[in-house]
């Protein structure tokens, strides 16, 4: 692949989108890199997945304006349908994900940040939906997700209708991310969350996601009913006896297995 790299180590995959000549924008050849790529994770090895960018400067600067400058209205659609695709499966994807953000996440690479489960910052990163100074909406999922993410409608319109950057200091401020790093703790601070999260019984935690991302578009009575039911599934896991049993034996080591 030329713009994205992959690798697993220790039940931790680390994608990279990594285009530094155009700041890591998510050309049609990169988003078909990063469908495949999404694809291709084997989910038996890889419990957690961290997305970051390339270089020191950029997560993603967006979808590539020269790429979507003389589009028609059919093609603007099938573009939008390939990112927003890709982004769903990500959204969708067993595993947690945490977006490692380091530098700009502006219109589709804001998008990109919000379809995963977490999202950590360094001190450099600039967040933003500029889309409408370009005479266009975002098109993949911000008008959607930023309200949903930060739980506010007023914000998430004022930065969608203003079209201006915030810093990561008012990212973690509304909520759009959990931790600011300087830029060299970043990597080490993600892939420390994520061995905490591998560590833990992988059944558990992709229920978790589930039960949440499921629970979160329903009522409350039918949300607990999801709950019940993930919380139910646990037992009949290896995992569950594996880790009740450590806590009984005051053992702290634990083998889960994802069985
Ligand atoms: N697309 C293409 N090239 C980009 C790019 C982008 N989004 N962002 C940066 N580049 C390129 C620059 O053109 C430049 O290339 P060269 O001139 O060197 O060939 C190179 O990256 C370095 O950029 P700068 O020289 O501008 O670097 P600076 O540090 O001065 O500025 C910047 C960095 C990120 C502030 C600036 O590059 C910038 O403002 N970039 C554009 C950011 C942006 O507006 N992003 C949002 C893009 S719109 C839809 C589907 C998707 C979307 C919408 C609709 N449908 C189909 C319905 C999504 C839209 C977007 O994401």
Same mark, same amino acid.
């Given at each position: 692949m030329e713009f994205i790299k992959y690798q697993v180590d220790n039940q931790v995959a680390l994608l990279t989108i990594d285009r530094p000549k155009a700041l890591n924008a998510l050309s049609a050849a990169v988003l078909e890199e990063l469908n495949t790529a999404i694809d291709n994770i084997d989910l038996n090895d890889a419990r957690v997945l961290i997305i970051t960018g390339g270089g020191?400067?950029?997560f993603v600067a967006g979808a590539d304006i020269g790429e979507m400058k003389d589009m028609n209205v059919e093609q603007a659609e099938a573009h939008g349908k390939l990112g927003n695709d890709i982004f769903r499966k990500i959204e969708t994807l067993p595993i947690p994900v945490i977006a490692a953000i380091n530098g700009f996440a502006l219109g589709g690479g804001n998008e990109l940040a919000m379809s995963c489960d977490i999202r950590l910052c360094s001190e450099n990163a600039l967040f933003g939906q500029p889309e409408v100074g370009l005479g266009?909406?975002?098109? %993949?999922g911000g008008t959607q997700r930023l309200p949903r993410v930060i739980g506010s409608m007023s914000k998430a319109k004022e930065l969608l209708y203003v079209g201006g950057n915030i810093k990561a200091d008012e990212a973690y401020r509304i909520g759009l991310v959990s931790a600011v790093y300087p830029l060299e703790e970043l990597m080490p601070q993600a892939m420390k969350m994520a061995q905490k999260i591998a560590a833990n019984a992988p059944f558990a935690v992709r229920a978790c996601k589930k039960a949440i991302d499921d629970g979160i578009n329903t009522t409350i009575d039918e949300a607990i009913v999801i709950e019940e039911k993930a919380f139910g599934s646990? %037992?009949?896991?290896e995992d569950q006896v594996e880790g009740m049993s450590a806590f009984m034996e005051k053992r702290k080591e634990k083998n889960f297995q994802n069985k």
């Amino acid at each position: 692949m030329e713009f994205i790299k992959y690798q697993v180590d220790n039940q931790v995959a680390l994608l990279t989108i990594d285009r530094p000549k155009a700041l890591n924008a998510l050309s049609a050849a990169v988003l078909e890199e990063l469908n495949t790529a999404i694809d291709n994770i084997d989910l038996n090895d890889a419990r957690v997945l961290i997305i970051t960018g390339g270089g020191d400067k950029s997560f993603v600067a967006g979808a590539d304006i020269g790429e979507m400058k003389d589009m028609n209205v059919e093609q603007a659609e099938a573009h939008g349908k390939l990112g927003n695709d890709i982004f769903r499966k990500i959204e969708t994807l067993p595993i947690p994900v945490i977006a490692a953000i380091n530098g700009f996440a502006l219109g589709g690479g804001n998008e990109l940040a919000m379809s995963c489960d977490i999202r950590l910052c360094s001190e450099n990163a600039l967040f933003g939906q500029p889309e409408v100074g370009l005479g266009i909406t975002p098109g %993949f999922g911000g008008t959607q997700r930023l309200p949903r993410v930060i739980g506010s409608m007023s914000k998430a319109k004022e930065l969608l209708y203003v079209g201006g950057n915030i810093k990561a200091d008012e990212a973690y401020r509304i909520g759009l991310v959990s931790a600011v790093y300087p830029l060299e703790e970043l990597m080490p601070q993600a892939m420390k969350m994520a061995q905490k999260i591998a560590a833990n019984a992988p059944f558990a935690v992709r229920a978790c996601k589930k039960a949440i991302d499921d629970g979160i578009n329903t009522t409350i009575d039918e949300a607990i009913v999801i709950e019940e039911k993930a919380f139910g599934s646990c %037992f009949a896991t290896e995992d569950q006896v594996e880790g009740m049993s450590a806590f009984m034996e005051k053992r702290k080591e634990k083998n889960f297995q994802n069985k």
